[in-house]
Nanobody, 132 residues
Framework: QVPLVESGGGLVQPGGSLRLSCTGP????????IGWFRQAPGKERVGIIC????????YYDESVKGRFTFSWDDAANTATLQMNNLRPEDAATYYC?????????????????????????WGQGTQVTVSS
C-alpha cells in the first residue's frame, strides 16, 4: 500500500498555475508534520514547504514564497499545494511527505524541511513541467 499519493502534476506554460494534492494512509494524524519537496533532474531533493502539525505554522522556501500556498483539509485528509506564476526553474518532481514523530520545531519549520530523513511516509512523486 502506497503511504501517500500525489496528483495534479503536468505541463504548464510559464506564468501558469497547477494544484497538487496529496492523500493516503501515510497521514496518520492531523498532527503530522507535512512537507512538500521537489527534485529536479541531477539535483538533490529540496524541502520547499513544511507545516507544523501541532501549531499550523508553515515555512515557505524563498524560491516559492508568495507564489505557492499550502493548505490542509482535515475532512478529506488531504494536503494541497497551489502553485501560481510558475517559472521554468520550478520544473521538478514534487513529493509530499508526512513526519509522525519529529521534534516540534515550532515556528522554525525550515529546520525540518532540511531533514528529509525525518519524514516517515512519502508519495511516489508527480512531475511538473514548466515550458512554453
Amino acid at each position: 500500500q502506497v503511504p501517500l499519493v500525489e496528483s495534479g502534476g503536468g505541463l504548464v506554460q510559464p506564468g501558469g498555475s497547477l494544484r497538487l494534492s496529496c492523500t493516503g494512509p501515510g497521514f496518520t494524524s492531523r498532527q503530522n508534520d507535512i512537507g512538500w519537496f521537489r527534485q529536479a533532474p541531477g539535483k538533490e531533493r529540496v524541502g520547499i514547504i513544511c507545516r507544523n502539525g501541532r501549531d499550523g505554522s508553515i515555512y515557505y522556501d524563498e524560491s516559492v514564497k508568495g507564489r505557492f500556498t499550502f493548505s490542509w483539509d482535515d475532512a478529506a485528509n488531504t494536503a494541497t499545494l497551489q502553485m501560481n506564476n510558475l517559472r521554468p526553474e520550478d520544473a521538478a518532481t514534487y513529493y509530499c511527505a508526512a513526519a509522525w514523530d519529529a521534534p516540534n520545531y515550532g515556528n522554525g519549520m525550515q529546520f525540518l524541511c532540511r531533514r528529509p530523513n525525518a519524514f516517515n511516509a512519502w508519495g511516489q512523486g508527480t512531475q511538473v513541467t514548466v515550458s512554453s
